[in-house]
């Protein structure tokens, strides 16, 4: 059971715009630890693809932004392309339990 | 381009140690630390630990706590990742990450080495 909790999976049709939540606690994003998020394409490492909660790395298409409010945040993406078809994992610090912890992960269908 | 390259899988029987490898290139290595994670098959990711790739200072995640350790070899800008007592749920694919933090995690992972699959069977 992860720290941080992740819908299983999130699906939408080219073009749509779906929402991936992230939900924690005051030990973790409540209370004020920046959120990542990480893609996973199918048969491949992570990659890094929102950082400090709303921030992309260079080389991320700005169809991909993160937000965050309270004890929860949020992966937004639009414009929804069959290349984005891959598991997503957000990710937070923990005071409570002193380390970096992880959502259970969320895939995502393109229908 | 900063690339992290792991060593090749390995199978290992219950009780034994695997130690991997993973050789990082297109920076300093001593202006980063390097994370260590894990991905049992089908399953999330687990921090394991961070190793400082200025000091060597280590921090480990309390479950792997004196059965893991890392180090590094500042001379070829290589992590290693040991683990000892090894059990069938010890299999999972591996992987090294760097961090921003040098001496302190600043728990960001970016980029990933390629992975590396530990398999436990007797």
Known sequence: QSVLTQPPSVSGAPGQRVTISC??????????????????LP????????????????GVPD?????????????????????DEADYYCQSYDSSLRVGVFGGGTKLAVL | ??????????????GASVKVSCKTSGYTFSNYGISWVRQAPGQGLEWM????????????TQKFQGRVTLTTDTSTGTAYME????????????????????????????????????????
Do not use: H, M
């Open chain 2, 49 to 60: 630990g961070w190793i400082s790739g200025y000091n060597g200072y280590t921090s480990y």
């Open chain 2, 1 to 14: 381009q900063v690339q992290l390259v792991q060593s090749g899988a390995e199978v290992k029987k219950p």
């Open chain 1, 63 to 83: 169809r991909f932004s993160g937000s965050k409010s309270g004890t929860s945040a949020s992966l937004a993406i639009t414009g929804l392309q069959a290349e």
């Open chain 1, 43 to 58: 048969g491949t490492a992570p990659k890094l693809l929102i950082y400090g909660n709303n921030n992309r790395p260079s």
């Open chain 2, 83 to 122: 683990l000892r007592s090894l059990r069938s749920d010890d299999t999972a694919v591996y992987y090294c990450a760097r961090d921003p933090g040098v001496t302190t995690i600043v728990w960001r992972l970016d980029p990933w080495g390629q992975g590396t699959l530990v398999t436990v069977s007797s």
């Open chain 1, 23 to 40: 939900t924690g606690s005051s030990s973790n994003i409540g209370a004020g630890y920046d959120v990542n998020w990480y893609q996973q």
